[in-house]
């Protein structure tokens, strides 16, 4: 009846160090999710979406050239790719 109790606690050890295991990797996808947004928390993922359906919106003729080019720029500042001042 000893080596029962031998496997119980080997068996206990296992699913702690398996529990151990699930919480660091799910530490580290959330880690590696936030550096997905910058430092301002801006969601570049986001923006890029956009900015994709801003280019599909103006190919089906559904937004001018100037509500395109406004967005367009509003988008790359929110990226950083563009100073706020430039028009």
């Not at 029962?4 to 699930?22: A, M, P, S, Y």
Request: charged residues 45%; negative net charge; glycine residues 6%.
């Amino acid at each position: 009846m000893a080596g029962k109790g031998r496997q119980t606690f080997e068996k206990r050890r296992l699913d702690k160090l398996r529990q151990e295991q699930q919480a660091a990797k799910r530490e580290r996808r959330h880690s590696r999710d936030a550096e997905a947004k910058d430092d301002d928390g801006v969601d570049q993922d986001a923006l890029l979406e956009k900015f994709r359906l801003l280019n599909e919106a103006r190919a089906a003729g559904k937004v001018d050239d100037e509500t395109f080019l406004v967005a367009e720029h509003e988008i790359k500042v929110a990226l950083g790719m563009a100073d706020p001042d430039d028009d």
